[in-house]
């Protein structure tokens, strides 16, 4: 069984920084691509993110240069660090994690972006 477990989310000032953190465990091997998902109310589920096993990176239009993906593989451990946040970025953001046993999604965590 896979379990990713995700924290760093919260409620935050416009301007101001998150750092979101999903850990992988369990029966899971060779991990391709992490990147992280968000899902505003009304509106569909959306890339926010994504990294390969070489670290090449691969972000929304929305968040260039706001907001950095990076990951640990010796901790099947992927972040998002979240800076100058706008209120637009409120949403659910889940985590994804694609490897050779399968395709896996976190609960998700919000993150809430006060004006």
């Known amino acids: 069984q896979v379990q990713l477990v995700e924290s760093g989310g919260g409620l935050v000032q416009a301007g101001g920084s998150l750092r979101l953190s999903c850990a992988a465990s369990g029966s899971i091997f060779s991990i391709n691509l992490m990147g992280w998902y968000r899902r505003a109310p009304g509106n569909q589920r959306e890339l926010v993110a994504a990294i390969t096993s070489g670290r090449n990176t691969n972000y929304a239009d929305s968040v260039k240069g706001r907001f950095t993906i990076s990951r640990d593989n010796a901790k099947n451990t992927v972040y998002l660090q979240m800076n100058s946040l706008k209120p637009e970025d409120t949403a659910v953001y889940y985590c994804?994690?694609?490897?050779?046993?399968?395709?896996?999604w976190g609960q998700g965590t919000q993150v809430t972006v006060s004006s």
């Open positions: 994804n994690v694609v490897s050779y046993s399968g395709t896996y």
